[in-house]
């Protein structure tokens, strides 16, 4: 129940993020889109506030698992 739920809210944003933004349905191409402009964004916080090394080298070893994931 709880992951139809949050499927469900999950598509309700999406939907309200494309009709906002691009005053269009949900497509696969925006959702792409969003995740990579997400993880962009996700990368530059990181690399500009970490001045740890360490942290910066755990931060890219819970990311490489979608360098070699197909969309």
């Known amino acids: 129940m709880v992951q139809i739920l949050a499927g469900l809210i999950t598509y309700l944003l999406l939907a309200i993020y494309c009709h ?10 925006r959702v792409r889109q969003l995740r990579i402009q997400i993880q962009n964004e996700l990368r530059n916080s990181a690399f500009s506030t970490d001045s740890n090394a360490e942290s910066l080298q755990n931060f890219k070893e819970q990311n490489d698992w979608h360098l070699y994931a197909k969309t």
Not at 20 to 29: F, N
């Open 20 to 29: 906002e933004q691009y005053q269009e349905k949900v497509s696969i191409k």
